[in-house]
């Protein structure tokens, strides 16, 4: 008997479907997924947040992927937060249940596929091309090559407005640039600098604006001189830290924020405020 395969989602289905948030393109197996909000630097927002997790969920299981460039649009990998789709949702003009009733989906359900979808079931190669400052940087950590253009920044806001570090950015700090380091950026809320990234391992390399997608193009089509199955094993093999650092430990940090959030919400302004600089951070007299 011949064998039936189910057809898997479209290049053209799901790059429609998710084009709201991401606008993709493809070109002998090289994906570039751009961040955007309105065709402008990316908003954060909770449907941003869940639509991560769809985007790297559905680019994995196209096996038409070979490599993956994930950037963003503009100045900033993220410019600030999406009011519109950061507050709690509404349905036909009513309010939604509150916040500690939704949480579970959107802290924890989101929170946690955004990292699972990631590590686990995007078995490609992925270069991280950050276009300038932002937040919610762990997929750029995550990322098995980082380039940053100069100006970029990296924060770990939540304790400076109030929320345990609990997302996986924190705990990829302490792996990547040490205990003490990663203390300092959280509790203080300092950002690190592109050389300081770089210094420290949080970037592989530093790239000028301008030539920043051409050197992730021309990296991705190096990576796509080796065999398939090489790559995507070496994918494996690469990521098998992170899979057992966040298999360890992150359910706990996760738990800590979700909790902490249901006893001390923090405001859309607060977090706004986190991600401009405007609620500043700790400086050394």
Known sequence: ???????????????????????????NGIIEVRVHTNGGEALFGLEMHRAFSQMFRAVGADRENEVMILTGTGDY?????????????????????????????????????????????????????????????????????????????????????????????????????????????????????????????????????????????AMARYFMQRPREVRALTTNVARQRWKSLFTREFAMHLSHEITAALIHPVSIEAQEDAVTGKSGYFEMK
């Open 77 to 217: 990998w993220v410019g600030s937060v999406n009011k519109e789709n950061s507050a709690e949702p509404q349905a036909d003009g009513e309010p939604m249940p509150s916040f500690a009733s939704f949480i579970y989906d959107t802290f924890h359900i989101d929170g946690t596929k955004i990292v699972e979808e990631f590590i686990w079931n995007l078995n490609i190669p992925v270069i991280r091309a950050v276009n300038g400052p932002g937040f919610h940087a762990e997929t750029a950590f995550l990322a098995d090559i980082t380039m940053c253009t100069p100006d970029t920044t990296f924060v770990e806001p939540h304790f400076t407005i109030g929320l345990v570090p609990g997302d996986g950015n924190y705990l990829i700090l302490q792996e990547l640039i040490g205990l003490k380091r990663a203390n300092k950026a959280m509790f203080l809320g300092q950002p690190i600098t592109a050389q300081q990234a770089l210094e420290w391992g949080l970037v592989n390399d530093v790239v000028p604006r301008a030539d920043l997608l051409d050197q992730a193009w």
């Open 1 to 27: 008997m011949a064998l039936t395969f189910l057809p898997d989602e479209t290049f053209e289905s799901y790059s429609a479907r998710l084009s709201p948030f991401f606008k993709m393109k493809r070109d």
